[in-house]
């Protein structure tokens, strides 16, 4: 699926280095992931999560909090994969949820379906390959996926940037795109927590330009967080780490222990 930034050439591998007809080339990382994020298209000189923040995210993804969600996602895949399909996670971060896609069409015989992680976050795509080898990683700009036209039978969309203008262009005829969302209590006791008044997510409309929608799955639970780490890993993955103040961020290094409700909604479109 991968295509050259810098010309649109087909990239090939040949021993530890993409490259295409015209001779670019791109090395591969010792984890395995390729570099495929020019300096015209980087915002900044490390864009995307640092390594602190996808180690964090690692620590509370490897607990199977969201595991509910992973479950869900894989099972929506598994309804529209077909053998040979090609599945791109746009944002995939440290590789939790694309571990798990490749694992569950893994275990189907006869699948074969080529799978592609990409983020803009080089520490992301290195923890990503590390985690599974059933899955090629690359570091890229999801509003300029290196991949090439009409080349994915599915899109994994989870918490991720949104261009859809690049999605409709890598989907093929009819190609099914998958997103996840939060829904408007999800992490409601941890916000309780934190803000004297808390406000619940807006769920926007689901039409999106160019796609049909095909429904929603609602997904929804409560899980235990026993310790400040846990917590604290957590609301860094949130927007709303960013966006508390000082005394928010104290209350929350006075939590020992919580609960909280999770929900999120699994959403599937057909470009068109």
């Known amino acids: 699926m991968l295509i050259c930034p810098k010309c649109g050439g087909a990239l090939s591998r040949e021993g530890k280095s993409f490259l295409c007809p015209q001779r670019h080339c791109f090395d591969i990382a010792k984890s395995g992931y390729v570099n495929l994020l020019t300096s015209d298209r980087m915002n900044s000189a490390l864009p995307g999560d640092n390594k602190l923040m996808v180690q964090s995210r690692k ?7 969201y595991k509910p969600l ?8 598994l309804r529209y994969a077909q053998s040979g399909c090609t599945v791109l996670d746009a944002g995939c ?8 896609i490749a694992a569950a069409l893994n ?9 592609l992680g990409l983020d803009i976050s080089k520490s992301a795509a290195d923890y990503a390959a590390r985690r599974t080898k059933s899955a090629q990683f690359a570091v890229a700009s999801v509003f300029h996926i290196p991949v090439g036209t009409e080349s994915c039978h599915i899109v994994t969309s989870l918490f991720a940037p949104w ?44 039409k999106l330009d160019g796609f049909e929608f095909l429904g929603a ?12 780490e846990d917590i604290a890993a957590l609301f860094s993955m949130t927007p709303y780490f ?22 999120f909604e699994v959403l599937t479109y057909r470009k068109v």
Request: charged share 30%.
């Open 163 to 206: 261009c859809g203008e690049e999605i409709l262009r890598v989907l093929k005829k009819d190609g099914i795109l998958i997103m996840a969302i939060p829904s408007e209590r999800h992490l409601w006791q941890l916000k309780c927590a934190v803000y004297d008044e808390p406000y619940p997510n807006e769920v926007k409309d689901y």
């Open 93 to 100: 971060g440290e590789g939790y949820y694309t571990e798990k």
């Open 70 to 77: 992973a479950d869900a996602l894989c099972s929506t895949v």
């Open 107 to 115: 275990s189907l015989n006869g699948m074969n379906a080529e799978i």
């Open 59 to 65: 620590k509370f993804l490897d607990k199977d909090y």
């Open 217 to 228: 799955e609602k997904v929804s639970g409560e899980i235990f967080l026993p310790c400040n």
């Open 242 to 263: 960013y966006k508390t103040g000082a005394e928010g961020h104290r209350r929350l290094e006075n939590l020992d222990s919580l609960t909280t409700e999770i929900g």
